[in-house]
């Protein structure tokens, strides 16, 4: 989800909830401790210099049981930090903490922000020296073609 649309959903709601790919809300005493520009430049396995660039906000849960942020304030701590972001109008990412610190995308339904699943993928299949016939699909390795005993390996 870009940032303009962030925004707009914003602008529409009483709360600020997140929903987890496993279906279990963010606590709604969540914090947002983080709000920054993350710019990756790269080499992809095929030789080509890439430059990747997300908006990141890092989700946080203290004991503070109390605490709520509301859109308008959200929309607040938005406006001081968009002079970071250039302007531009990118996608965002959210850090939220699970058994590490996972990275996920962000989706919209029925209210409510729910964060997407993201997957690494090969940036240069066409370059990359494995012929087309021996890389996965995502279907593949969503059902488990290259986990123990998947059958692939």
């Known amino acids: 989800m870009k940032l303009?649309?962030?925004?707009?959903?914003?602008?529409?709601?009483?709360?600020?909830?997140?929903?987890?790919?496993?279906?279990?809300?963010?606590?709604?005493?969540?914090h947002l401790t983080e709000a920054g520009l993350i710019t990756k430049y790269f080499i992809d396995c095929g030789g080509t210099v890439r430059e990747e660039k997300v908006i990141n906000f890092q989700v946080w849960v203290a004991n503070d049981t109390d605490h709520r942020l509301e859109p308008n304030k959200l929309l607040r701590i938005?406006?001081?930090?968009?002079?970071?972001?250039?302007?531009?109008d990118l996608e965002i990412e959210v850090e939220y903490q699970s058994d590490t610190i996972g990275k996920y995308g962000l989706d919209f339904q029925d209210e409510n922000f729910l964060l997407t699943a993201k997957q690494t993928d090969c940036l240069a299949k066409d370059n990359c020296g494995i012929p087309k016939e021996l890389q996965f699909t995502e279907l593949e390795t969503s059902q488990g073609c290259c986990t123990p005993g998947g059958g692939c390996c």
């Open 4 to 30: 303009s649309t962030f925004k707009q959903h914003l602008n529409n709601l009483n709360a600020v909830n997140f929903i987890q790919p496993n279906g279990i809300y963010v606590p709604r005493h969540f």
């Open 78 to 88: 938005i406006e001081l930090t968009q002079k970071l972001f250039g302007n531009e």
